[in-house]
């Protein structure tokens, strides 16, 4: 339970990171589309004016053109399969691919296109350019993955931490006024003594009721079953007690538990914790 307790909320910021990596790869790859068709337009137009105008001067000058690229392009143009024009790293153009432009994993685009020249019979150009997507949706994705893990992480930190201050919180309310308890050797009453008609409570060294007579607990206002294992604090002691308990002596206190009608006691300091025997007031 306890591993389930911090596995659960993990698991959950782990898949909104996972949600915001896909999301932030599929914005960066249609961006990377429009990008890689911007790039492509000076090829595409090359290619066209070489169809339509069935000029073999234009492959020339395009060859030129590739030599010096205005962008970061591996490009190769074949003519029957024999390399006419290059720029960039040849290398790194793969041997086969679809035609058209696609997508070549983790951030490459890939344009490749074959055409039959017009002015030369059964001859084919074939050209392959190579080039970064820009944004690269990689990258992009594993970005939106760590920002949404590290901020979920933060907060799972975060709200551990509260959880954790508002326990010790909780327990320090209760024992804040209260000392550990001292052993103090004592012939007078057992911690085990009979409750026999007096109010009485007995409480260990953790300051835990653990007998309660009948009358102790109609004055208080308690059920007498529901007293037993409660902790002192939950009896609502007066500042005087507990001042009293802190000191472990054996003490009358003017004021014991808070109560509209003024209650004393008497603190009887035990081997294992302490004996409080309530006092009523004298009726006149």
């Known amino acids: 339970m306890k591993y389930q307790n911090i596995l659960l909320p993990l698991g959950g910021v782990l898949g909104i990171g996972f949600i915001a990596f896909v999301i932030n790869f599929y914005l960066a790859y249609q961006q990377g589309i429009a990008s890689a068709l911007r790039t492509i337009q000076p090829i595409q137009a090359h290619l066209d004016y070489i169809v339509t105008q069935n000029d073999d001067m234009a492959l020339v000058d395009w060859a030129k053109l590739l030599e010096n690229p ?27 691919s679809p035609p058209g432009l696609s997508f070549e994993f983790p951030n490459l685009w890939l344009y490749h296109q074959t055409i039959s020249l017009p002015s030369q019979p059964n001859s084919t150009l074939e050209v392959k350019a190579l080039f970064l997507s820009i944004p690269d949706p990689m990258s992009w994705g594993w970005m939106g993955l760590l920002d949404c893990s590290a901020i979920g992480v933060f907060l799972l930190i975060f709200q551990f931490r509260m ?122």
Not at 205 to 210: A, N
Not at 250 to 259: G, L, R
């Open 70 to 96: 205005a962008e970061n392009i591996d490009a190769r143009v074949d003519l029957n399969q024999k390399m006419v024009a290059a720029s960039g790293n040849q290398e790194k153009i793969p041997a086969n």
């Open 163 to 284: 959880i954790h201050l508002h326990k010790i919180s909780s327990t320090s309310i209760k024992s804040s006024h209260l000392a550990p308890q001292k052993n103090y050797p004592s012939d007078e009453v057992n911690v085990s003594v009979s409750l026999n008609g007096t109010p009485q409570v007995i409480i260990d060294g953790g300051y835990i009721v653990k007998q309660v007579s009948k009358e102790a607990a109609q004055i208080l206002g308690k059920d007498q079953n529901q007293l037993v294992g409660a902790h002192l604090f939950d009896l609502a002691p007066h500042p005087e007690l507990t001042e009293a308990l802190k000191k472990g002596q054996p003490v009358k206190v003017s004021q014991s538990f808070m109560s509209p009608v003024k209650l004393s006691a008497r603190i009887i300091p035990q081997k294992e914790g302490w004996l409080i025997l309530i006092e009523l007031p004298e009726k006149h």
